[in-house]
């Protein structure tokens, strides 16, 4: 079970998340899917977070993952795909069969973010310059890489795909001195693009002699609140633990101008980073026990639709809050969404042809899908980090004016998200059952 607790230290910035392998080895089976219709990209992101928090992790748990970084390693999964393998990605990641929108759509985006770093950093620096003081500014990176079988052959238009949309360079492994040199020598590599939040990635046994390629994804976020919160209002405060018992939990507090919106039987709101574009957002359900109804019925086009939400005056309470659940493993969630032949089920059904030559004797398949995520928050803001690798193997607006400020207790389970307010899109995504 995911383990919560407070932060030791009110001065300390700790916000990071997860990591996902997709194992892929050789051989899959036809599907009958028929592609879906295209998607926002926020949304379809958004819906893949929502469903793998649903089907991978247990209601009663804390829980975190990054929508964006499964996505974005089983997006370059799908660049190589074809026949019905391709129809069932497309489908599992709200994409269109033919990708000529999905794949630039996806790049946009991820050029959108790294715009947020490079702009919050030269304000950090013309600050400096005025004041002499180098102010919080925000981390934002999201880093691609392929690791191949030295001697295997890839199609080389897959191979330009991954250079020129994803900026994912192929680099040689030598497998033949066993798995753990391999696995050390990607682990490093995501251990260095996530300030070494994400570590031990890849075990050695999941990578073989059967493995050919790993399509990675690493995600870093660092971010300081619009405005912090004070740590000298931060006291324990009762918080329905499971939706049940009151136990106490450091709790911050601050009333300010903020995202809010009250539903039929959920509340939303959201705390500004520095940077307006991004927003921590809370789905906070009406009742201690409510979360799990919350849960099923959300949706990734209204987590898009709560990116836009109108401000009010409101006095929040937040607990503190630090989650380490262990490894998700995501092959039953995905097989359930319809992702079968990917995995070899039937034997023989898998097809990625567009990424590697595929004989009856010779072709790529998935083998696992691993996620691993670590996430914590405090007065000062948010850190995060994810990591997402495919293994494939070879097989035989403006605030409203009120005289009173809404009361929020986050005091009961909810939800949360890492949000990019333009496109809606849900960089992390989260529960919080027990804060402690």
Not at 105 to 128: F, G, N, P, V, Y
Not at 384 to 397: H, L, P, Q, R
Request: net charge neutral; glycine share 6%; with cysteine.
């Amino acid at each position: 079970m995911a383990h919560a607790r407070a932060t030791p230290s009110a001065r300390r910035l700790a916000f990071r998340a997860g990591a996902l392998a997709v194992l892929f080895s050789l051989p899959f089976a036809t599907s009958m899917l028929s592609a879906p219709e295209p998607q926002p990209i926020g949304t379809a992101i958004n819906e893949l977070g929502v469903q793998v928090l649903r089907g991978a992790t247990k209601p009663a748990d804390n829980a975190i993952l990054s929508p964006f970084s499964i996505e974005s390693a089983l997006a370059m999964t799908y660049a190589g795909a074809a026949g019905p393998t391709r129809d069932e990605l497309a489908r599992v990641l709200g994409a269109p069969a033919d990708a000529t929108s999905f794949h630039p759509a996806l790049r946009a985006l991820s050029d959108q973010l790294a715009a947020i770093e490079t702009r919050s950093t030269q304000q950090a620096e013309q600050m400096k310059k005025r004041s002499g003081i180098l102010s919080g500014f925000v981390q934002l990176r999201s880093a691609n890489r392929l690791y191949g079988k030295d001697g295997y052959r890839f199609e080389p238009a897959f191979l330009e795909t991954m250079r020129s949309v994803y900026q994912a360079p192929l680099e040689k492994l030598d497998l033949s001195a066993g798995s753990e040199g391999a696995a050390k020598q990607i682990n490093d590599w995501v251990a260095e693009r996530t300030a070494n939040k994400i570590l031990g990635l890849v075990p050695p046994s999941a990578v073989n002699e059967a493995t050919r390629l790993l399509l990675v994804n690493a995600l870093y976020f660092k971010a300081p609140w619009q405005h912090e919160f004070v740590a000298e209002l931060t006291t324990a405060r009762p918080f329905h633990v499971g939706g049940g018992a009151l136990v106490d939990t450091m709790t911050m507090t601050r009333t300010a101008t903020l995202p809010y919106r009250k539903f039929e039987n959920f509340s939303a709101v959201a705390l500004p980073y520095s940077d307006s574009e991004l927003q921590f957002l809370v789905l906070l359900p009406d009742a201690p026990d409510g979360l799990p109804v919350l849960e099923a019925a959300l949706t990734g086009a209204q987590l898009k639709e709560l990116a836009g939400i109108e401000a009010r005056l409101v006095e929040l309470f937040l607990p503190k809050f630090r989650l380490e659940p262990p490894t998700l493993g995501l092959m039953p969630v995905l097989k359930s969404l319809g992702l079968r032949t990917a995995f070899n089920d039937p034997q023989g059904s898998a097809d990625f042809s567009a990424m590697a030559p595929r004989t009856a004797a010779d072709y790529l398949y998935i083998s696992d899908v691993l996620h691993k995520a670590f996430v914590a928050l405090d007065e000062l803001g948010t850190e995060a980090a994810a990591a997402t690798v495919v293994i494939m193997a070879a097989g035989s607006a403006a605030p409203a004016e009120i005289p009173e400020p809404i009361k929020v207790a986050v005091d009961r389970p909810f939800l949360f998200a890492i949000q990019h307010r333009p496109s809606g899109t849900c960089l992390f995504l989260g529960r919080v059952t027990d804060p402690r």
